[in-house]
């Protein structure tokens, strides 16, 4: 132990003089207080910091407006006219007669043979009328020929005492078979034809 007395004798020792610290020592002592301090906060805001990252990230997505896309504008189609079809008739090869058989006292049509002479060749074609004694002869070839409409025995008939006749000006002629018949039409006169002609020749025969 110690003794509190000066050696030799019973003199207390004198208080030795406090010797003043280092600043050097002072000032790193300083230093690494403030680090603990700082490391200390920095632990405790990275704690707080994570708890409320989600709260943030909430609140910056909630308070960020959405941006809605334009609507992409789409013109409207033009459409297209349906072209208008167009018919073309089909051109008939040479010329068209047509005509009506009838008795003009009562205007009543009657069936019978009418034949189209060429009178170059000599040539004939023969069509019937219809019930209402109308005729068509197609595909003429270019040329001049006459028409002839046998009269029927009931319109000779509806004449007696009286003279057939033609109210178009045809002529009522005979013809002789080869067996020797003669049989009775009108005849028109002559006409010359060109393929696309149309012509219309009706005897309208009358009792005079």
């Known amino acids: 132990m110690t003794s509190p007395y000066e050696p030799g004798t019973l003199a207390p020792l004198a208080p030795q003089e406090k010797r003043p610290r280092n600043a050097k020592a002072l000032w790193i002592g300083g230093l690494g207080g403030g680090l603990v301090l700082i490391c200390l906060l920095g632990a ?10 989600p709260a943030i990230a909430e609140l910056f997505a909630s308070s960020t407006p959405t941006i809605t896309p334009s609507p992409t504008y789409s013109p409207t ?6 072209p208008t079809r167009t018919r073309t008739p089909t051109p008939r090869p040479g010329g068209t007669v047509t005509g009506r058989a009838f008795f003009a006292d009562t205007n009543t049509p009657f069936q019978t043979t009418v034949n189209l002479v060429n009178d170059n060749s000599q040539t004939e074609l023969t069509v019937e009328t219809d019930r209402q004694g109308y005729y068509e002869f197609t ?10 409409v046998i009269i029927p025995e009931a ?10 006749t033609s109210e ?6 005979y013809r002789i078979t080869g067996t020797g018949l003669f049989i009775p ?5 002559e006409f010359h ?3 696309g002609d149309e012509i219309n020749l009706t005897p309208g025969l009358a009792c005079h």
């Not at 595909?139 to 002839?148: A, D, F, K, L, S």
């Not at 319109?155 to 057939?164: D, K, M, S």
């Open 155 to 164: 319109v000779i008939a509806a004449c007696t005492n009286t003279h057939l």
């Open 185 to 189: 039409m009108v005849q028109s006169d």
């Open 193 to 195: 034809i060109s393929a």
């Open 77 to 82: 189609p033009t459409r297209t006219p349906t």
């Open 139 to 148: 595909g003429i070839t270019t040329g001049t020929y006459q028409i002839e």
């Open 44 to 53: 405790i805001l990275l704690l707080v910091g994570r708890s409320q990252i």
């Open 168 to 173: 178009t000006g045809w002529s009522v002629v």
